[in-house]
């Protein structure tokens, strides 16, 4: 019989990627990570000592304690916190479970930036359009939830980026941008382990409205006019992305659970 604070894989895994998923702590000792250093995506690490500081950080949201094989750590850690009057609850298996189960995505920790006070700092070309929204999205919902980013003039990318230890995307000459055919978006999805069948949808609508490649996925033009759109309406970059977070969420959602269904008027019409 599962216990009540205990969370299977499977339904962790249908969380990843929506606005409200719980935090995802990992909290297995440094030599058990460095034989496997690889994190459920969205999660961070913290010491199973520091229980203060992850009260403070979880800031009273509901979270998912891992260790390595969801035993004594990671179940002590969810008690722990449950004690104090948050909601938490520990993976079954720990993530050895999470990597022994099919289809779930791994993102190696040596692929992520390292941190400026607290969380990853990225760095990009001002007045986003496509990619520049969406790679935001894809970071905060599967890498970093806490991620910030800055939104420059186009020649002060690189200077910033090594000013203040941003990582610089979707620019010409970056690590983290275009290749080949490829748009920005794409190189984030395989550099960060995130292969799914539904980012695998979603990133073709993203790179065929971010590249003008509209044979590509019928839904590219709407997508390319909502982004239009957006850039319009706002003048604040930050802005912006604040109100295109959403429309990612709720093309994630088609992904992964909508993309077979259609509409007509009347409903019952047959073809």
Not at 38 to 54: E, K
Request: hydrophobic share 45%; proline share 8%.
């Amino acid at each position: 019989m599962a216990a009540p604070n205990e969370i299977t894989v499977p339904q962790l895994l249908r969380l990843i990627g929506l606005p409200d998923a719980p935090v995802i702590v990992d909290i297995s000792i440094d030599p058990h990570f460095a034989d496997d250093p690889f994190l459920i995506p969205g999660a961070f690490r913290h010491p199973h000592t520091d229980i203060a500081c992850l009260k403070q950080r979880l800031a009273g949201r509901a979270s998912v304690i891992v260790c390595q094989k969801g035993i004594k750590l990671s179940q002590g850690m969810a008690a722990l916190l449950r004690s104090y009057g948050l909601v938490a609850e520990y993976l079954q298996g720990g993530n050895f479970g999470w990597r022994d189960h099919p289809d779930t995505p791994r993102v190696p920790a040596a692929t992520i930036p390292p941190q400026v006070e607290g969380a990853t700092l990225w760095v990009t070309r001002h007045r986003p359009k496509i990619d520049r929204i969406a790679c935001p999205w894809l970071i905060r919902r599967f890498v970093d939830t806490n991620a910030r980013f800055l939104y420059v003039s186009p020649a002060e990318v690189a200077g910033v980026a090594e000013r203040y230890g941003a990582a610089p995307f979707d620019v010409e000459g970056a690590f983290w941008s275009h290749r080949g055919d490829n748009c920005t978006f794409d190189t984030m999805l395989s550099e960060f382990g995130l292969i799914t069948p539904a980012l695998d949808r979603l990133v073709t609508v993203i790179r065929a409205a971010d590249t003008n490649t509209h044979d590509l996925a019928p839904q590219a033009a709407g997508l390319l006019a909502l982004s239009v759109g957006l850039s319009r309406q706002y003048r604040s970059d930050e802005a912006q992305l604040a109100a295109g977070l959403p429309m990612y969420d709720a093309l994630y959602r088609w992904a992964r659970d909508g993309a077979d269904e259609g509409h007509d008027w009347p409903a019952e019409r047959t073809a």
